[in-house]
């Protein structure tokens, strides 16, 4: 009995998704490389990494479907099932959560009627406890799509939810001038620009805070190897380098303080998010 050959997609979507595959994995001196970009390539189309889509990433970079499996499993901006128009995540991790990000995840989820990795039912909406969204400053952070929704509320949370589900047009607090569907954001993340790249804000006045004032106080970074203070500020506002005051020290070459009513177990750092 013979068996025909399982084909992934077909037709005018295999053409695309091929010559697109073309394009990323021509950026990599090893073609392999090209996974992480054609699994958001997959989701573009299909809204999630669905079984076609692992068999095509397979196929085309020559590598099993379990190799495939195990890297869209690990990484939790793959979706292993069908995900909603709009990725809502709400920043639970320790900042975010002192300042309400709990209780803006739990008056959304209750708001929404679904919980962590869900869906509503009109597949507007997946709703997710993020760990991280790396904007402290603005602290509590939700994202759609990974867009930045800064200094939120449970109040406006909710309305940013309904208005997403009505069908209007929503603008992030910082970056593109307005929140693109998910599958439209994977495409961004497999490498293909949407030409929206400087719209709206980039960095915010809490982000730069630290900026100005080195500037105002003249801090200079120390450089590794010229002996001379590179200007932590000097793409943002021209200045060049300026020589360190001999005899002065800079903070490289001042050994840590012991600490003060601590133990040698007090953790230094955290495990990274899946996402890094």
């Known amino acids: 009995m013979t068996t025909t050959a399982y084909e992934p997609y077909e037709g005018t979507k295999l053409e695309r998704l091929t010559a697109d595959a073309a394009v990323a994995m021509a950026r990599y001196p090893d073609p392999r490389s090209a996974l992480l970009p054609l699994l958001h390539l997959v989701q573009s189309e299909d809204g999630y990494v669905s079984p ?16 495939v499996s195990a890297v869209a499993t690990f990484y939790t901006q793959y979706k292993r099932h069908p995900n909603g128009e709009y990725t809502v ?13 709990d209780a803006i995840f739990d008056e959304l989820s209750e708001h929404l009627g679904v919980g962590h990795d869900e869906t509503t039912a009109d597949g507007k909406i997946t709703l997710e406890r993020v760990e991280c969204n790396a904007a402290c400053d603005y602290a509590p952070v939700m994202m759609v799509n990974w867009e930045f929704f800064d200094n939120q509320t449970p109040a406006s949370a909710k ?9 209007e047009p929503v603008a992030p607090t910082r970056g ?3 929140v693109c569907s998910f599958k439209q954001m994977s495409r961004v993340l497999a490498g293909f620009s949407d030409g929206r790249a400087d719209e709206g804000v980039g960095a915010g006045s809490a982000s730069l805070a630290g900026t100005r004032l080195a500037r105002e106080k003249g801090w200079r970074a120390p ?13 943002a506002v021209g200045a060049g ?11 490289t070459d001042t050994p840590s303080a012991p600490p003060t009513g601590g133990t040698a177990d007090t953790p230094t750092g955290r495990e990274p998010s899946k996402e890094a």
């Open 176 to 178: 593109a001038a307005s």
């Open 159 to 167: 309305d940013v939810a309904d208005r997403l589900r009505a069908g």
């Open 223 to 235: 450089s590794a190897d010229s002996g001379q203070a590179v200007d932590p500020t000097a793409e």
């Open 241 to 251: 380098t300026t020589p360190i005051t001999p005899g002065r020290t800079s903070s």
């Open 89 to 101: 995540g709400v920043c639970t991790n320790t900042l975010c959560a002192v300042m309400g990000g």
């Open 52 to 67: 076609d889509g692992i068999q095509f990433c397979a196929r085309t970079l020559g590598l099993s479907t379990a190799e």
